[in-house]
């Protein structure tokens, strides 16, 4: 999969369809109208490009997402991760914690998810 950025604008864009899809598309126009000042031509050159990117999909006037929002964040992540850490969680997670240790709950939590990992 063809990997998707977004800018600030874009994601603001993208969480109001996230919230409300399945959605007709004049009610996007009128979210977007009331949420982010925008004019209806503003908001369908923007659906345009995002549905272009594959992240959402505009069938018979009806807007929803292909890519959930869940997806597209674990998909950020995933390539910070790559990008930064070279796709080491370990590093990732030795770096996050030496500036910013890990309570208590927080290693329950991680552990909890390895040993569902590890028994699969």
């Known amino acids: ?24 598309s004049g009610g996007l126009v009128a979210l977007c109208a009331d949420r982010l000042g925008w004019k209806k031509s503003t908001t369908y050159t ?8 594959g992240l959402f999909k505009n069938d018979n006037g009806v807007v929803s997402s ?32 030496a500036r910013k240790p890990l309570s208590q709950d927080e290693v329950r939590q991680i552990q909890k998810m390895i040993n569902g990992y590890s028994q699969k």
């Open 66 to 97: 292909l890519i959930s929002k869940e997806e597209y964040f674990s998909m950020q992540s995933e390539r910070f991760i790559d990008d930064t850490f070279k796709g080491s969680l370990p590093a990732f997670i030795a770096a996050f914690a």
């Open 1 to 24: 999969m063809t990997f998707i950025t977004l800018g600030a604008v874009e994601t603001r864009f993208a969480e109001i369809i996230w919230e409300n899809e399945p959605l007709p």
């Open 46 to 53: 923007v659906l345009k490009k995002l549905c272009g990117k």
